[in-house]
Each structure stands twice: as structure tokens, then as C-alpha cells.
């Protein structure tokens, strides 16, 4: 074993509960209406974004990065600025490729999590998973991410059972002029960013941007290059006008192209004795999209919003070619009735156009698939005590192609116990729907090497199947959200998840095995024979120990048993179940030494894993417990210039994080990296 | 002992010992005042209630309370400015309701919009058009949109925009004071 620096997670957690005990020194509280108005325009603001005030109301768990937090992080991707999310999974499999989900079921094709940017899904409906590579924005446009742990169905519909990433961007009114950014490292080849802004109109603004990030590939575990480097440009524009009538339109587009590199190991049931063959797999992805929305006030106490979206995206890889064609119509109103209801609801239109291009491993049927997805969805708040309790109930009712009708109820009841503290519990229900995948695909899984000398080996691939079903989960969640003292605020999040028909492959009545040319073809179909729960605990504290000096830490418990029935030989689930850290923390310090110097540290520990699947030599390989360690120092010589230096995953040269699965079974290591960049505003 | 708790324990010190040392430094750094946005707001609007000057038909006698309502969802900011009730300005004793989104507004001489209402503003800001009451509020765009006084923040520090038009339309008057301190005025 490598030695590292490795304290307790115990330990480090007493030491961070005795520093925040520490800092929790003498106040000072004038009343400020003694000043004058002079006197209380130098008044400096020390409290946490506003931003999140209404969040603090909400009957779920909810987390927020802001602009801050991301600049602050030295993050350069959207995943990356993720890693400070309580609850959320956060592995980075191979240089382009990440494992995110939320209270579990991390993988690369995570498929429990919607995530949004500006309200357009960036999901792939094929497997109801997020190439994360390719999705991106310009990070300091980024207004904030908001993260919702636990079942978001009512208002924001399928597939958001573990969870919903919200991603929002500045409005173009907040992005005037230009901002320029160059960077250079080890890691992070190179990083350049342009945006512009400027006034089209009186209450019309608009920006466009542009981007490029190349990127180093991983280390194999010999220390070797990992051959996954990849690069990604990407622009944009955005209007956003305000109407003399007060209404509001927002008209956005995106463009990007990328170019991947990654190492894959084909099952090959003519290649004795390792059964595979090593593929050196240069890939494209590329895609756009167009989105438009307008909402209008009817009165003083309803509004409403029609969305429009298009989102073209096109990928090409050794195994499999997938483009996409998503139009997406969204109308929502929200209305007051009577005292003490307030009542949201809508109606949605998704159509989806795909065309793959099979291979002998992968292959969809047929290969050009066009549907339809409607859904409705009815909420209402009710004002129980005013200001004190509130209740809310809806559910969300969704047609698709798949399973026909879905309905998605929940109950929250959130109690205001004082200005400073707020209890809320919840009952949903979320379905996860099949994909395309799981009804009309064909994917060669491994090969299973012959037993006996004179007997063939066999290749399985697990196929699609018209009789798959969607996933549930009925989630039961308690939270409470305290600010004990004006600096400090606690959010602490309990679950129990019960899942059924979870997704397995190969139920023994349904195997089907012939005979192929020099080898036995076994066909597993999907099918839905597993089950079980999930529980766990979040806990963030955010702490402004002095005006120029935050603490902010996320810490993470979860524990996922699964059971398949013994009607299937599918053992993923047991796999799948092991597959996330148990626990999980991020540590964050913010300093401002001096107002023109940033100094911040962000330490996060993630326990040990297992890969997610239950193939290949290394599916029985402990990827380890990891400490890891980043820092961050900026200067502002001037304002609108600011120099950074970001150290990241500083306490080893590497470490190992997860697999890429999909053929990608080669255990690869994040290495320690250093990155300098200039930003310009002008 | 093995070896291995050695280091366990090792690690454990570690910890702790890091923790300490922290809390440590902390103490040495000297306490400041701190200040939330919502008692800025506050104050603010304190002096806002002294510096400005309704008519007569609105505000008359030195018996009749000057009424500021906080208007939606306040969150922290109802509770700093619920502080306020009771202050005397203009020799007027300052009373503080609190209006869920729809109530009538009729009786109110300040109306601070708290930030649940933006998607409603415009006929908010329309249905108080001619009604001699200050609207104050932080939502984005308040002034532009047609309200009196927009908080912003500039710099972590909180500044204000004055629309002197809009006002000036409800038969209110700002005084020069608090117009040449403001970043902004639209005339």
C-alpha cells in the first residue's frame, strides 16, 4: 500500500465540529436604525446569499451552489462544482467521463437523476442517463445550481426519483460587457472562455460566449497514459427582454462539438484465452439546442409560462451511433385560491426522434424510433397556520409510449417553528420510466470462457424487452433547516427509499441460447425481479466564521440493500448496492485575507467502492477509501483582473475513482493536477 | 500493540489536533459586527419613512399611524422590519402589517415587496399606480419596472435606486437628501 495521508473520518469530523465550536467567539450587534442613510451605504453585508431565502421554505432537501461557491472551487466542469453537494455521488470513471447520482445507483448510466439546464432536460432518453462530458456552460454565467435530493416528480416529472440538478444561468441583464478567461496546466491542458454582453434595446440585453477546454487524459494503475484526452468547444447566445407589459421572454441556443478518446475491451468469443480485444476507440459527440420562453403576470397573484425547447445532439462511438431529435413544449400556471391555497399546475409535450447505428455489440430495433410523451401535473400549497404550517400536495400524471399512464403523487407538510428554524417531512412516489434501451436493444455483455475442454464458450448480451417495466420508489423524508446563530445555518436530511422492480437482466425462464458460429449466443432480456431500500443522512453547515472567512461543510451517509429474486441470475443489483461510498465529506474554506485575495481549501473524503459491474477481472477489485485536497489562491491587482492558481487532488499523485463500464473495464487514476488562469472583465 | 492502530490512532490525533489548532486561530481573529441584508433593508426603510412626504389625504394628523406593509413571502426580512413597529417618524407611531400576495393594499403609506413576488410584479406595480404609497423592494429591475425604490447591492454593500417619476405620479415627495445619495434616479 501506497502511503498517503489518511486521517480518520471520525477524527476529522470532532475536528471540524471543535473548529466551528472554536470560532463561535463574541459579537457584535448594533441596532443599525441609529444610522443615517450616509452612514448605512458603507454598511457591509455579511449574510449568506439571499438567493436561497425562498429555498429555506421548501419541504425538501435542497442544496445550492452559487456562482461563488463554483468560482471559489476551481472547478472547471459542472460535475466537478457537484463534488460539494451533500448526497450526491460524484466519480470521475475516466478523464471524459463522470458517475453522477444522488442517495445512490452511481454508475456511468446513472438513470435516477433529472438534470436540468435553464429548464431544458439533458438527459439521453436512450439509456434516461446524462453524458455529463457534454454538458457544459460558461461557469461564470452560471447564476446557481440548485440540487433537490429525494423525489422532484410532482413538478419536474420522470426520472427525477433520486434526485433533480437544476442548473440556471444569469439572465443576460446581469452579464453586460465582457469577460475573457485563459488558463494553462498540467491537467487541464488548456482552458479558454469569452463572453460578451451588451444592450440590444431599452429591457432587451443579450451575450453570446464561447469556450474551449482540452483535457489530459488518466494514468493507468502502471502509471502509464490512459488514452482518454478529449477536447471541447463550445458557444451560445442568450436574450432575455422585459415587455412594457411586464412580460418576460428569454430566447437561448447552445453549440458544441467534442472530440474523446477512450480505451475499450471487447468481448470476443473467438479470442481464447482472455476472450477480448483492445480497442483504441476515437470518438465525436456534437449537438444544439434552441429554447424560448415567455411568462406573463395575468394578475396580482397569477402568473404564467409557456417553454419551448429543441435539442439536437449526435454521438459516434466504437459500439454504437445515437442521435437524438427532442422537441419539448412546457406551460405552467401558478395561481392563489382563496386565503390560503396556492395552486400550480401544466401540462407538457415531449417528442423524441432517434436513429442509431448498431453494431455487433450494441444494436437497437428497430433503428429509427419516433414518440410521444404527454404529461399534466397538479400542485397545491395550503397555508394551514399562516406562515407557520403548509402543506402540499400533488402529483404529476404522465403518459408515454412505454407503460402507458404513470402517476407520481407526493405529501409535504414543511413547520416553521421560528424565523430561524423549519421542520418538513414527505411522502412521494417517483417512477423512473424504461428507456429505448431496456425495450429494443441488444448489447454484448462478456463472454463466459468454456467450463469443460470440448464445450464452446458462451457470449451473453442482455436484450431489451417489450415487457419491461418502469422502476418505483416510494420515499419517506424528514429534514430540519436551523440558523442556530446569525452565522451559522445546519440542514439536516433523513431518508428511507423503498425501491421495486428495480432492473435485472436474465429472469431463467426467459434465457434464450443458440448455437452461433464457433460459440453459444445467450440472450439475457431485461426485467424487473429486483427490489429493496435505501437509507441515509445528509448533513451541510454553513458557517461565516468572520466577515471574510466561510466554512462550509457537506457530509453524507447511505446504505443500499438490494435483493434480486431467485427467478434471475442477475447479481448487479448485489454489485450495484456496494457500488456507492458509504460515507462521504467535503470540507471547504473560504478566505479573504485581504478583500483583493482569495485563499480557499476544499478537503473531501469518499469511503471505499466497488465497481458497477459484475464482469471482467476487476469486477471483485476494492477501489479504495481516498483523501483528497484542493487549493486555491487568487489575486485582484485591479478590479476586473483576477489571477488564480488551483491546486487539485494535492495528497497523492493519483487516485482511482471508478470504471467507465460500457466495455471501458480498465481501472484509471485521477492525477494530481496544477492550473493557472487569467480573468479579464472589461 | 500492532502496527495498525498505531496509525489509527496516529490518524485520530491528527484530526483532532488539526481541529484544535484551527479553533485556536480562530479565536485570535478579532469579532466583527456582523450585519444580515434584511437589517439593512430595514433600516433603510426606517429612513426612507422619515425622508419622505406623503399627502395630506394619505398621512394627516400626528394621531394617525404611519402604516408599512410587507407584502408576500418575507422570510428574514418581515422579521427585521417587524422591528420597526412601533418607531416614531415624522412624528407618526410606525405600524407593520404583514399582506399575503392578492390582499388590498389601500391603507398602507410604505409597501416593501418581498422577492416571492416577482413574477407578479407588473400588476402589482399597476394596481398601486396612483395609490400615495412607497413601494421599496429588492426584486431585480424594481425601479425599471415602474417601483419607487429598488435595493441593490453593490459590492456587498447595499445601495438604493430612486424612480422619482413614479413617485412623483402618486403625489409623493422624496426628499433631496435621500435623491442625491441614491445610485441611480429615473426621472
Not at chain 1, 463522470?98 to 445512490?104: D, E, F, L, Q, V
Not at chain 1, 477501489?623 to 494535492?650: F, H, K, M, S
Not at chain 1, 493519483?654 to 494530481?672: F, K, M, T
Not at chain 2, 425622508?51 to 399611524?65: C, G, I, N, Q
Amino acid at each position: 500500500m501506497r502511503a498517503r495521508f489518511q486521517p480518520d473520518p471520525a477524527a476529522t469530523l470532532i475536528g471540524i465540529i471543535l473548529l466551528l465550536a472554536g470560532v463561535t467567539a463574541a459579537r457584535g450587534d448594533g441596532d443599525l436604525t441609529e444610522l443615517s442613510i450616509e452612514e448605512l451605504l458603507d454598511v457591509k453585508v455579511t449574510s449568506v446569499g439571499k438567493k436561497t431565502q425562498s429555498l429555506s421554505d421548501a419541504a425538501a432537501a435542497v442544496f445550492v451552489v452559487s456562482n461563488e461557491d463554483i468560482r471559489r472551487s476551481g472547478a472547471t466542469s459542472i460535475p466537478d462544482a457537484l463534488r460539494m453537494v451533500p448526497g450526491l455521488q460524484v466519480k470521475r470513471l475516466d478523464a471524459n467521463k463522470w458517475a453522477i447520482s444522488a442517495r445512490g445507483f452511481s454508475g456511468r448510466f446513472a438513470n435516477k437523476l433529472l438534470v436540468l439546464i435553464d429548464g431544458r432536460t439533458i438527459y439521453t432518453p436512450s439509456f434516461s442517463g446524462v453524458y455529463w462530458e457534454n454538458q457544459d456552460a460558461m461557469l461564470a454565467d452560471v447564476e446557481r445550481i440548485e440540487v433537490i435530493r429525494g423525489p422532484g416528480a410532482t413538478l419536474w416529472g420522470a426520472n427525477a426519483v433520486n434526485g433533480v440538478i437544476n442548473i440556471i444561468t444569469k439572465s443576460a441583464a446581469e452579464t453586460q460587457g465582457g469577460l475573457a478567461e485563459v488558463g494553462v496546466g498540467s491537467e487541464e491542458r488548456a482552458i479558454g472562455a469569452l463572453r460578451y454582453g451588451g444592450k440590444l434595446a431599452p429591457d432587451t440585453y443579450a451575450r453570446f460566449y464561447a469556450k474551449y477546454n482540452e483535457r489530459d487524459a488518466l494514468i493507468t494503475t502502471l502509471g502509464e497514459d490512459g488514452g482518454d484526452d478529449w477536447d471541447l468547444g463550445q458557444g451560445g447566445f442568450r436574450v432575455d427582454s422585459v415587455f412594457a407589459s411586464g412580460d418576460r421572454v428569454t430566447f437561448k441556443g447552445d453549440l458544441y462539438h467534442s472530440r474523446l478518446r477512450q480505451q475499450l475491451e471487447i468481448p470476443d468469443p473467438l479470442a481464447a484465452p482472455t476472450y477480448t480485444e483492445s480497442v483504441d476507440d476515437r470518438m465525436t459527440a456534437e449537438g444544439w439546442n434552441l429554447l424560448g420562453r415567455w411568462e406573463r403576470a395575468l394578475s396580482v397573484s397569477s402568473n404564467a409560462s409557456f417553454q419551448f425547447y429543441y435539442d439536437h445532439s449526435d454521438r459516434n462511438e466504437g459500439y454504437v451511433g445515437q442521435r437524438h431529435d427532442i422537441i419539448d413544449l412546457d406551460f405552467q400556471q401558478r395561481a392563489k385560491a382563496g386565503e390560503r391555497q396556492d395552486i400550480v399546475w401544466g401540462l407538457g409535450y415531449r417528442g423524441i426522434d432517434d436513429r442509431f447505428h448498431s453494431t455487433d455489440l450494441a444494436g437497437l430495433t428497430p433503428s429509427r424510433e419516433n414518440r410521444n410523451l404527454w404529461s399534466g401535473f397538479l400542485q397545491d400549497e395550503i397555508e394551514l397556520v399562516s406562515e407557520r404550517l403548509r402543506l402540499t400536495l400533488g402529483s404529476k400524471v404522465e403518459h408515454n409510449e412505454y407503460t402507458g399512464l404513470e402517476v407520481q403523487p407526493n405529501l409535504r407538510l414543511l413547520w416553521k417553528a421560528s424565523e430561524q428554524s423549519s421542520l418538513w417531512g414527505a411522502v412521494s412516489r417517483a417512477v423512473r420510466t424504461p428507456s429505448r434501451a431496456e425495450l429494443s436493444a441488444s448489447v454484448t455483455t462478456r463472454v463466459e470462457a468454456a467450463g469443460a475442454p470440448d464445450s464452446l464458450p458462451i457470449l451473453v448480451s442482455s436484450v431489451g424487452d417489450t415487457g419491461y417495466k418502469s422502476e418505483s420508489l416510494i420515499a419517506y423524508e424528514l429534514g430540519l433547516r436551523t440558523a442556530p446563530m446569525k452565522r451559522l445555518s445546519l440542514d439536516v436530511a433523513l431518508f428511507y427509499n423503498d425501491y421495486d422492480q428495480l432492473r435485472t437482466s436474465g429472469t431463467i425462464s426467459e434465457l434464450e441460447l443458440s448455437l452461433a458460429d464457433g460459440y453459444l449466443d445467450l440472450e439475457m432480456p431485461f426485467d424487473n425481479e429486483a427490489s429493496g431500500h435505501g437509507y441515509g443522512l445528509e448533513v451541510s453547515a454553513d458557517f461565516q466564521a468572520r466577515d471574510w472567512w466561510r466554512l462550509v461543510l457537506a457530509y453524507s451517509y447511505l446504505d443500499l440493500d438490494l435483493k434480486a429474486s431467485a427467478e434471475t441470475l442477475d447479481t448487479s443489483n448485489d454489485t450495484q448496492a456496494r457500488t456507492d461510498p458509504r460515507q462521504q465529506i467535503s470540507f471547504r474554506s473560504l478566505m479573504n485575507p485581504r478583500p483583493d485575495i482569495d485563499l480557499d481549501l476544499w478537503v473531501r473524503y469518499v469511503d471505499q467502492t466497488y465497481p458497477a459491474f459484475d464482469v471482467s477481472r476487476y469486477s471483485d477489485q476494492l477501489i479504495p477509501a481516498y483523501w483528497t485536497l484542493d487549493l486555491r489562491l487568487a489575486w485582484r491587482p485591479r478590479a476586473g483582473l483576477e489571477l488564480a492558481i488551483v491546486g487539485q487532488n494535492l495528497l497523492s499523485p493519483s487516485h482511482q475513482e471508478g470504471y467507465s463500464d460500457a466495455y471501458g473495464n480498465i481501472p484509471l487514476e485521477v492525477q494530481r493536477g496544477l492550473y493557472g488562469t487569467i480573468r479579464l472583465a472589461f | 500493540m500492532s502496527p495498525k492502530t498505531r496509525v489509527d490512532r496516529f490518524r485520530g490525533r491528527v484530526g483532532v489536533v488539526a481541529g484544535l489548532l484551527l479553533a485556536w486561530l480562530a479565536t485570535l481573529a478579532p469579532a466583527l459586527a456582523q450585519v444580515e441584508e434584511a437589517e439593512l433593508s430595514a433600516a433603510y426603510l426606517y429612513n426612507f419613512s422619515k425622508f419622505v412626504h406623503w399627502p395630506a389625504a394619505a398621512l394627516s394628523d400626528s394621531s394617525k399611524a404611519l402604516v408599512l406593509c410587507v407584502y408576500g413571502r418575507s422570510g428574514s426580512a418581515g422579521e427585521a422590519i417587524g422591528a420597526l413597529d412601533g418607531k416614531f417618524a415624522q412624528g407618526h407611531r410606525i405600524r407593520v402589517e404583514r399582506h399575503a400576495r392578492g390582499d388590498a393594499l389601500n391603507d398602507c403609506q410604505i409597501v416593501y415587496v418581498s422577492d416571492s413576488e416577482r413574477p407578479y410584479l407588473s400588476p402589482l406595480l399597476r394596481a398601486l399606480a396612483n395609490q400615495p404609497a412607497l413601494t421599496v423592494s429588492d426584486i431585480p429591475g424594481f425601479v425599471s419596472a415602474g417601483g419607487m425604490i429598488g435595493l441593490v447591492m453593490v459590492d456587498s454593500r447595499l445601495r438604493f435606486e430612486i424612480n422619482r417619476q413614479s413617485a412623483e405620479a402618486a403625489g409623493l415627495s422624496i426628499s433631496s437628501q435621500v435623491l442625491k445619495l441614491a445610485t441611480q434616479v429615473v426621472r
